[in-house]
């Protein structure tokens, strides 16, 4: 039965294309997962791979075996190798990589140097280039002898005699401009370049701004080393927009849905660990004032409203302050405007929705001191959540992190605890 | 003294492209983005509104006369018009939309019927298009004879007798076949094309599945209507992950970091409001046990622990989930698999960090009931935040609204009601 099965599915296999391949094991529990992975034959294999997420990908590279995965890799052209390169077990990789030809291992060899995250870890190797001397003719000769043209070929690329990029001509020139023209007078000078150690993210937003589909990447002499197309960026954008929010749970990136149970349970222990110690010292702050509340229990039970009011006005205050630090729109110049009319507003709400708080605790419990109380608790606890809210993203982002994932831990800790803090001390104070 | 300023801040202005002076406006406070406006002359400030943010164009389209808005209006062609149509008063709109020729009258007033984040919202109206017996000679002429291209163009729209779209010509293939080639010989008759009511995300996943560049747009009967370019795609998919960071912290889409001090004030209102009620709810649990805390105000200081330590849990449980729905990994079918995974993990990870946590209570406050009531209802609460953190996001999803935005407000409002519950009620019934 196992066989026949088995049968039906390499027949079924056999009717998806590969991106549907793809995106059916994206689907599958780990298992059955790894069952369709084994039927796939081996050419198909190396293309499915190259579609598959990060994290499903590297799960079946560790199941094959190392014959087996040493053909998929085989088949792969050496742009799609360094794409899941950083998903290959180093003596595979290096097998791989000597199997290529000098000037391929060069460039995989170079590509895998760049850090993540840069324009050089995200670009391709192939592009059209000629040289200024051309005709349009000449030109148009070499994109017809081209049998497949890398994708998103929008440009060709000018070089000058020591491969330094001099300029571009888009493909439509081709067509417009009279054959015997000189690639010199009729090309664009004016180029937007990367270089390798660009930020891919700033890249993404030069390719938006200036409506770009491909660009070239030279080096710090101008020589051309690689190429950008707007599909790497894309590809690259919505991966950091994936793992952002996974991170901002303190979930690594790509965390696997269908991975095994003990790994899954295993990979949120260091954020439980950093949630439980926060929780921990957050809980400390209010059995400080344990004989307050043995007085008047009725702060037991309004004192989180005074901690979660603070954490969610500080977090929309983060949520601009890391939206406008994206878009560059914060910089040290109008930190100052920002603090002040952040302050204000948070002042301005403190005092009205604290108001209604402590009418509501003074009727509740009869008790106006415990209103008023309330009420300034609340109003600073604001103020301290908007001071946070923006210190913290500003601070993360200057030191070249991501403001978008620690912000809300130390900004939740720091108004759970002063919530606790400021609205049983003043009770302590005023009350007993 | 004021003059002069205006004078240089007018010759500075004109050594900076269109791009850079929206880049400006988006970083000054409201007072003097509208003094920098002001100084623009109206044909730059067509282009500048266009490249604006959606939230500082609106201000400044508040701000602007209506007879100067109506110049400004005139330099924009439909496309930019179009663009943002949302943002203007509806009789300048209108006024702007009757000077159009019939034709491009039309075409506006279809687009702006569909809704926001549909393909129709986001398509523009040009494109090159021929006819399937012309040649390749002909379309050489075509685009030699268009002074300029639309935008992103890549290939040619080819039209049958009733303007439905037949096939597509990549514009290489204008270079790469013979020029008496019939295009209906050449053609690419397996084209990617989308309908004006299509969601523009899934759009967005087709553009990086298949490598977009341009696709045609066409209607049930497959007449072209308009054509998608992969950068209004990258626009309307950055413009979404940014509105969706806000919005999970309840503010508005495009909320003006730089607005007015009582509108930002006024703009958190509601979620202030939700919050205080979330919060006002879950403390009303706690006021059930004023009795049990006042026996054991140990309570007092370690409920919040327990709230927290779900709260945190579960949505790391829903970020997960929000990705698979996202990256359509999750269907019916494979719903019952991530319920009983998540809530495995949960039971794990409770007992193990619900021990930890009952020990130090223990220790602290040499109670071992009270170190196996918190372990109970640590437990119990990682049970319930991952059965949250699964159920809410899929039912959002399918209810068609954004699983990323009502999620975490739910979750934090059954961990924290409940974890006060579990942790007082179990006390209650063993401690006291």
């Not at 014959?67 to 998903?87: K, M, N, P, V």
């Not at 070239?216 to 954008?237: A, K, Q």
């Not at 130390?410 to 803090?421: I, R």
Request: charged fraction near 20%.
């Amino acid at each position: 039965v196992q066989r026949q099965q088995s049968a039906a599915l390499s027949r079924e296999l056999k009717k998806l294309n590969n991106a549907d391949i793809a995106h059916l094991l994206n689907m599958l529990p780990a298992d059955k997962r790894r069952t369709v992975w084994q039927q796939l034959d081996n050419h198909n294999a190396g293309d499915v791979l190259v579609e598959l997420n990060d994290t499903i990908a590297e799960d079946l590279i560790e199941i094959t075996e190392p014959a087996r995965l040493g053909i998929i890799l085989g088949t792969l052209d050496i742009d799609e190798l360094t794409e899941i390169a950083d998903l290959l077990p180093a003596p595979l990789l290096n097998q791989a990589v000597s199997s290529l030809e000098a000037n391929e291992r060069n460039w995989v060899e170079r590509t895998l140097s760049y850090p993540q995250g840069t324009v050089g870890d995200n670009m391709s190797k192939d592009s059209l280039t000629l040289n200024e001397r051309h005709t349009i003719n000449q030109a148009i000769e070499l994109v017809r002898s081209t049998p497949e043209l890398p994708p998103q070929t929008d440009k060709l690329f000018v070089l000058g005699k020591h491969r330094q990029l001099v300029g571009v001509v888009p493909l439509i020139d081709l067509i417009r401009h009279p054959g015997e023209t000189l690639i010199e007078d009729c090309m664009d000078k004016d180029v937007v370049t990367f270089a390798p150690h660009d930020d891919a993210e700033d890249a993404g937003q030069a390719f938006e701004r200036y409506d770009l589909i491909s660009a070239p990447v030279v080096d710090e002499r101008h020589r051309l080393v690689g190429r950008l197309t707007v599909e790497s960026i894309m590809d690259y954008l919505r991966e950091v927009a994936e793992n952002q929010a996974l991170a901002k749970e303190g979930l690594r990136a790509g965390t696997d849905l269908f991975g095994p149970i003990l790994e899954g349970a295993r990979e949120r222990w260091p954020w439980l660990m950093i949630n439980l110690c926060t929780a921990f010292i957050a809980s400390r702050f209010i059995s400080i004032f344990e004989d307050t509340i043995q007085q008047l229990v009725a702060l037991a039970a309004l004192m989180p409203i005074v901690a979660s009011v603070g954490g969610n006005t500080g977090n929309q205050t983060a949520a601009l302050v890391i939206r406008g630090l994206a878009m560059e729109q914060i910089q040290r110049g109008n930190l100052s405007y920002i603090y002040r009319k952040e302050l204000i507003i948070s002042l301005l709400n403190g005092v009205i929705w604290g108001a209604l708080l402590g009418l509501f605790a003074w009727m509740l419990y009869s008790n106006l001191l415990l209103g008023a109380v309330m009420m300034a608790a609340v109003t600073l606890n604001l103020l301290l959540a908007a001071l946070i809210g923006i210190t913290v993203p500003f601070l993360l982002d200057r030191l070249n992190k991501d403001p978008a994932m620690g912000s809300s831990v130390v900004l939740t800790f720091a108004t759970d605890s002063m919530g606790f803090f400021l609205f049983l001390g003043l009770a302590t104070l005023i009350l007993v």
